[in-house]
């Protein structure tokens, strides 16, 4: 069994993680709590499930006091495409293409089983198909990271 990273989550890389409204995440999480929400590629079915529960839940999220905040795999203007198709215009995004965010924070690449097995399978079904989420090629990034979610608050 893949054993997780261990996080080496630090100042310097919360600081050089920018947004899209070039803050970033280090001053972010002093100003309020931020919900750091790793996405997989665009493609992905279980993403786009991701990004419209995510958008029925903000508004109440956001309520809290707590800052949404998106972590991706491709570039700006290809993530705000989605995130307006998903009801999530506006959102506050980090573009990652090299997944060293991902690494940072001990997200591990899927094996085969998580990404291939016969639960993925049904789940995928049910999501993409059932639940109308669709599926998807391929896009932008990489197919094997696995997503995450993550609270900062006060660095």
Not at 19 to 44: A, K, Y
Not at 76 to 86: D, I, L
Not at 108 to 123: D, E
Request: net charge neutral; with cysteine; charged share 15%.
């Amino acid at each position: 069994m893949q054993q997780p990273n261990h996080p080496s989550i630090s100042q310097e890389l919360l600081a050089s993680m920018r947004t899209n409204t070039e803050n970033d995440l280090w001053q972010m999480s002093f100003q309020h709590p931020v919900l750091l929400i790793f996405l997989r590629h665009f493609g992905c079915t279980f993403c786009r499930e991701a990004l419209s529960d995510i958008a029925k839940s903000r508004a109440s999220i956001e309520m809290t006091g707590t800052r949404v905040v998106f972590v991706h795999m491709t570039d700006n203007k290809t993530a705000e495409r989605y995130f307006q198709r998903y009801g999530l215009s506006g959102a506050v995004h980090v573009s990652d293409p090299a997944c060293k965010f991902y690494e940072s924070f001990g997200l591990v690449k899927g094996n085969f089983t998580q990404l291939f097995g016969l639960q993925s399978w049904i789940r995928g079904f049910q999501a993409g198909v059932i639940n109308g989420h669709g599926v998807g090629h391929k896009q932008i990034g990489d197919g094997f990271q696995m997503p995450g979610v993550f609270v900062l608050h006060d660095g």
